[in-house]
């Protein structure tokens, strides 16, 4: 199911489901988001600290009740997360999915370790989702906000998603649904309820701050528990300070080239300035030569 897009007048939750959000961040975002007319809950969770672990935003329960209750309230139109970090897999057992479920769709945004919620809502719920930048981040420039905003109000317009340098590592085209988002959030929810392979669909895959071996072990493990058995197509993203660009490259090759199937290098999307929207769930192109993937319908009703 597809969410319906944002008009002028919505109002939209901002919550954070994983790590604690820089007020200085928060005090930017949101007035960019009410600059599009619309109207902005921020939930107790973003403001929130945790007793004993710093790198979360409030105790498992607060965070999953913030998310729980932006998604019930009928009055909210999507859910926004003001940053990743750390958290959403604490949080994601603890969320009523049957009762969202009965809810209806809804819009959600985030991207990073909100990996995590992306497969809990594209499994417990069928909704396609949007693997964005997200607001209180240092990653949210002028580029980053208006390609989102693109995604949310005129998604009609933003078919055909390209980043400034993506090519081909491996020639050919694809279709199917997009599934994926963070490799180590990916990697972190096998044998989890809510973890999804990525038969007969476009791969996305990016990650951040990992060392180079990191990312072969991660990869690897993906392809030992079958993740990649049957995938149509991989589109990669950012791997911000994961080491050099020719030596991701290589890797890349060697672990994923024998699957035989196109390969998108550097796609846009991912942990950096200007990093594209991308919606998972959603049926598209993958067309390696032209460095682009083609959503085949908008990706919000």
Known sequence: ??????????????????????????????????????TVRVFDSVHAGNPTFDYLAGTDEDRAADFQQA?????????????????????????????LRAAGPKLFAGS???????EAIGVHLGVSTLFSPMPATAHFDELAAAGLRRMLFEPELAMELRGPSSGALRGGSATGVTV???????VASVGAPEHRRARGGIALLEDVTENLYRIDRLLTQLLRVGWFDGVAGIALGSWTDCGQPEDIRSLMLDRLGPLGVPIVSELGFGHHNGALTVPLGVRARLDADAGSLTLLDPALG
Do not use: E, Q
């Open 1 to 38: 199911m597809r969410p319906r897009r944002l008009r002028r007048g919505d109002t939209v939750a901002l919550v954070a489901p994983a790590g604690p959000v820089p007020r200085d961040l928060l005090d930017r975002a949101v007035p960019v988001l009410r600059s599009w007319g619309l």
């Open 71 to 99: 998604w019930l309230d009928p009055a909210v139109s999507a859910v926004f997360a003001a940053r990743g970090g750390y958290g959403c897999m604490r949080m994601v057992d603890l969320v009523d999915w049957a009762r």
């Open 112 to 118: 990073s370790d909100t990996t995590a919620l992306h």
């Open 180 to 186: 994926g988002g963070n490799l180590s959030l990916l």
